[in-house]
């Protein structure tokens, strides 16, 4: 059984063996209708979510099987049951457990108790799930993921440590530029500098896009930190993904955004609905490589 709670629990080789395996299923669409047939996902969320509901549930509903969402505080985890106790109980009905919670601490104590994979669709230290999402769509674009120089411009949490140890897993060279202060966590950097990461982080933002193949930014403003948000809007000026940034980047580059976006802040309208950004496809790739994550993921008679 397989967890995948940290992007670092994956291997060069199973992230390969998922990417493979995710663009067979998004060109074959209809292919694999029965391999989960008859297999539940419960979905835990705990705060909002548009794509990560909606295409884990879609995964399912395409593989054969059923999700059931379930909202944290309608479960009596909201009442204070423990999570260990909904964890082992939730085993005896579905098959695998996806959850969206605020603390990362919770996530693990879910995988430490399932006897089923629990799956990280986000939490305050990670987001692997859009990780794959995001590894699909650079390959799909550049080919290959050794060797691109990607560029992370804005908050250091969540979605960018999940990137700082995918790069590092796959080889490609990440600078991150983030605001003093919002640097991404020191025990994720050291586990990718272990990885043998060629990380750079920096607080200008042209340093990080020079000569990029890939910008890709996130919100100033991440769910969980809305009491921040005056402080956060002032230190995040200049930190935008706009057409000047862009023309520091190369000629090709493309632009992602895990989504949802504010035009005007983290990035430009002119950016995001222009010819670089790829932020559709990416959102439509969390579809495929969670079906391809949850084939393997589930244990299941399927040929694959
Ligand atoms: N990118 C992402 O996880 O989107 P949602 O919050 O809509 O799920
Ligand atoms: N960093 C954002 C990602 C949303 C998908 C947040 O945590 O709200």
């Not at 104590?109 to 990280?120: G, H, K, Q, S, T």
């Not at 949490?157 to 790069?167: A, D, K, T, W, Y």
């Amino acid at each position: 059984m397989m967890h995948l709670i940290s992007a670092s629990d994956l291997k060069r080789e199973e992230i390969y063996n998922l990417l493979d395996l995710a663009a067979r299923m998004k060109e074959g669409r209809d292919s694999y209708m029965d391999a989960l047939k008859g297999l539940s996902l419960a979905m835990i969320f705990e705060k909002q979510s548009t794509r990560t509901r909606v295409s884990f549930e879609v995964a399912m509903t395409e593989l054969g099987g059923h999700a059931l969402y379930l909202n944290y505080a309608d479960l009596q985890l909201g009442r204070s049951e423990t999570i260990c106790d909904t964890a082992s109980v939730l085993s005896r009905y579905v098959h695998a457990i996806t959850a969206r919670v605020y603390s990362h601490e919770i996530v693990r104590e879910l995988a430490r108790c399932a006897d089923i994979p629990v799956i990280n669709a986000l939490s305050d230290m990670e987001h692997p799930c859009q990780l794959l999402a995001d590894l699909l769509t650079i390959r799909e674009c550049k080919g290959d993921l050794e060797g691109l120089r990607i560029a992370w411009i804005g908050d250091g949490n969540n979605v960018c440590n999940s990137l700082i140890l995918g790069s590092a897993i796959t080889g490609m060279n990440l600078s991150v530029a983030c605001p003093a202060g919002y640097e991404p966590d020191a025990r994720v950097v050291a586990h990718a500098n272990e990885l043998g990461s060629s990380l750079l982080i920096t607080n200008d933002p042209v340093e990080a896009a020079s000569g990029a193949d890939v910008l890709y930014t996130d919100v100033w403003v991440s769910m969980g930190d809305e009491e921040e948000e005056e402080e956060r809007f002032r230190d995040f000026s200049g930190f935008q993904i706009n057409s000047d940034l862009l023309g520091h980047a190369k000629s090709d580059c493309i632009v992602l955004h895990c989504l949802p976006a504010h035009r005007g802040q983290e990035i430009s309208a002119e950016v995001l609905d222009g010819e670089h950004s790829v932020v559709l496809d990416q959102a439509e790739n969390r579809l495929h490589a969670q079906k391809a994550l949850l084939m393997t993921v589930i244990p299941c008679q399927c040929d694959g």
